[in-house]
């Protein structure tokens, strides 16, 4: 561990003023996905740029292409010594359906060690552990062992529309040899891990029509098509029985899992009765010939993520409606192009759709492929010496179920690779009610952020040479 | 015809002020369905108390069981005449989609010929025209020619939860020859129709869950089951090939249709590429061997009313969600019972429900049975007589492929039937964005009403002898 003491201390002594921090951080609605929390959401962005400078960062500012603002701040007096960028996002997700929450989410609340609150967890923990390190590095030794540029995302949980946008005209700002995201998930709260690969994601909105207005049940129903069935019929051919998807194409370019991956699946400790207990499900569901973890990490896979029609409120509305819609995501691993995929369910949606009745496909965005890490790349060896420090034990291998669009981005617009170094873990619950950090994670992670300069720099640039562009 | 000049000379000099109140009272956003909407039903009841008092009713009250409050008032000083109970309801449906409204669907607003408003077909218009037509009565010749009962109800559209109770707890105040119901739908607009049969209701709503929460898309995705996924495969089980109902047990006790009923839907002026063009729809779901009008009236039906799960707002949520929802009708015929029809029901998703999914079923009440005027009821006479005069043509026979509970609740609580003269078309909307009502109608319904009470008196009260309790 290459910490000087005087950091360690300087930690110890501020962890409450840092706790203090992210609440305040977290109390903030930062949605992006809903146009109505935008101020919100710029309100988290400025204590941002605030904080940034306020740790001793330069050339703090808003970096922002017709979406959400980026905050970006830098420490680049390390000449000769690699620079990286740490990647975060501060945009949340709905935190409906809020009657679930057992606490206001946006009210950060301490239970049994943890702290529950919407975006506790994704991203705002990571990201505020980040600038604490980066802090105690420039009050304590007044300088960073490296070059860092923070880089702090504002619409990550809604697609990351203009991130290419930010990416592409700050190319030159954002030079640097590899990404440290603060954004990704552990498998376990206490076995370190070092995430490879995460899958892609294609994205598709749909609207079926069945006539021009909402009818009655009685006077309609029986004779002009229900959309909600007709889209219910088209939904069941989306899987074959053996709950792989059936749609033409989709599995197009999907290779079935190495020997060394096969290896590194077994290596991981997982146990598929807890992972279901866990979450009060049942085994079942899907390709049952595969492990589950082969099923999260290198197949593709095919979700719903919402379907609505009709009359949804209290008590009883005899309507027969004239539209259903749904929103589907779909998972994708190495091999698989999003549009392509999009366009493979498009085409089986039109072919499955009877002729009385139309539909329509709203583009979403924020396709991306899947990604993985190149297997020798440096920022590997570094994340296994610092996190197997800080854990006590070695690091395993894993992947990443979602998403992380940033890493094939990076790859296109700057041409470096990102790993990640994140403190959720995969039971957190983001993504759903009652999400929450625990707290023993905020003491790792701020050892391990504090850690991972000095080994980034002790790396030294010349290691990632192969790695970045000329 | 047999209406005094008077009278008709009354509501020539009177139609302006009573479009007005008309309006008043569709002002009002008297839902039912909705518990936030209760002040607005029960200001429309008030409207109503004050309006029956004011025209000269007596005994004016509110009739409550722990739902909403039905308004009742009468009329009884022709000893020896028939005795009719008037029914309308003064509840509405929810306005929504409001966004597809082309006027604020609370502010009558008067296009080429017709008033647009929620409730101004359903049920307000018929509703206020009767109490035009007493009030003319009681004006202009100081009595009604047969004893009038008023009875309006406030949860026509949410089920009639409290109506059995208040029928049970009143049946000797609302003792009467039959029921002449404002409520119920014309098939044209210039055709008069006399309604023999209604088709009844089953209700359900349905629950599936998969997971004790709702999850990360990308982290339990491909492993534990989507409930979308799930309820829609469970629905596509709903109905076969042929567009029939495929629950096993659904048609215990349908009937084909006899020679007689076949000859009644052949003497109906309708045409089905009308029918579709209209609402914009096509034809082609459910049963194509059977006409659209047998399907409408004869068959019974089973409808998604509304399904919900996952995120259903704006953007994207890579949610997988541990619910999804519906809720069902079914429109029954003679000889089906609605709670073995929801049994039936149940039982078939059950079986269909999948070992790693649960279910769960919300009783929804307001069952109830399809319903049939006995076919020589004397008031079917007196509306033939009254709507052919009106019209200047003859009456056809028409089924009503909705629901009126009141007409199997009368029978079973009051002993007497119920014929409807409604003057809502099926064209106009009602449950659907922009409800509307033709002021050609309006007139119409005012002249009819003014003269059914003469033409019940001329019927004598010995006509309904084997049509009401000793």
Redesign the interface.
């Known amino acids: 561990m290459l910490t000087p003491a005087g950091i360690a201390g300087y930690v110890a002594a501020n962890r409450e003023r840092w706790l203090e921090g992210y609440k305040e951080l977290v109390r903030i609605p930062s949605l992006?996905?809903?146009?109505a929390r935008d101020p919100e959401l710029r309100r988290a962005a400025d204590l941002l740029l605030k904080h940034c400078a306020a740790i001793g960062l330069a050339n703090v500012q808003l970096l922002e292409e017709g979406g959400k603002p980026t905050v970006y701040a830098e420490w680049l007096g390390a000449p000769g010594a690699p620079t990286v960028v740490v990647y975060a996002h501060y945009d949340v997700?709905?935190e409906?359906?809020v009657e679930?929450w057992h606490s206001p989410p946006f009210e950060p609340t301490e239970r049994n060690g943890r702290i529950y609150a919407r975006g506790a967890s994704d991203d705002k923990a990571t990201l505020w552990i980040a600038l604490c390190a980066i802090e105690a590095w420039l009050r304590v030794e007044g300088s960073l062992p490296c070059n860092v540029k923070v880089f702090l995302e504002g619409e990550e949980?809604?697609?990351s529309a203009s991130l290419p946008a930010i990416l592409q005209k700050h190319h030159e700002l954002l030079r640097a040899d590899f990404i440290l995201s603060a954004d990704g998930?552990m498998l376990h709260a206490d076995t370190p891990d070092v995430m490879v690969a995460t899958?892609g994601?294609a994205?598709l909105e749909v609207t079926l029509r069945?006539?021009?207005?909402?009818?009655?049940?009685?006077?309609?129903?029986?004779?002009?098509?229900?959309p909600?069935?007709?889209?219910?019929?088209m939904?069941?051919t989306?899987?074959d029985m053996s709950g792989a998807v059936a749609v033409p194409g989709f599995y197009d370019g999907v290779r079935e899992p190495t020997a060394e991956q096969k290896a590194e699946l077994a290596a991981v400790p997982f146990n598929e009765g807890e992972?279901?207990a866990a979450?009060?499900?049942?085994?079942?569901?899907?390709?049952q010939s595969r492990s589950?973890l082969e099923?999260?990490w290198l197949?593709p896979?095919l979700?719903?993520?919402?379907?609505?029609?009709?009359?949804?409120?209290?008590?009883?509305?005899?309507?027969?409606?004239?539209e259903?819609?749904?929103?589907i995501?779909t998972?994708l691993v190495p091999g698989q192009h999003p549009e392509r995929v999009a366009d493979a369910i498009k085409a089986h949606l039109r072919s499955v759709c009877?002729?009385?009745a139309t539909l329509e496909f709203k583009a979403?965005g924020?396709g991306s492929p899947a990604y993985e890490v190149p297997p020798a790349h440096p920022a590997l060896n570094i994340l296994d010496r610092v996190l197997g420090d800080v854990y006590g034990k070695p690091t395993v291998r894993v992947r990443?179920?979602?998403?992380l669009p940033l890493c094939a981005l990076m790859k296109q617009f700057l041409g470096i690779d990102t790993v990640a170094m994140s403190f959720s873990t995969?039971d957190e619950?983001?993504?759903?009610?009652?999400e929450f950090f625990r707290l023993r994670s905020f003491d790792r992670g701020l050892k391990a952020w504090c850690a991972v300069f000095p080994e980034i720099a002790e790396t030294g640039a010349d290691a990632f040479a192969g790695y970045r562009p000329a």
Chains 1, 2 share one sequence.
């Open positions: 992006s996905a809903d146009p997700q709905p409906d359906p679930l949980e809604s697609g998930g899958r994601i994205k069945t006539a021009a207005k909402d009818l009655h049940s009685g006077s309609f129903g029986g004779a002009v098509a229900n909600l069935a007709v889209l219910s019929r939904v069941a989306l899987h992972f279901f979450v009060g499900a049942r085994p079942g569901a899907y390709e589950v099923r999260l197949r896979t979700e719903v993520n919402g379907m609505w029609g009709g009359w949804t409120g209290p008590g009883n509305k005899t309507v027969l409606p004239a259903a819609h749904m929103k995501t998972r009877p002729a009385y979403m924020g990443l179920g979602g998403t995969g619950d983001y993504h759903a009610p009652n």
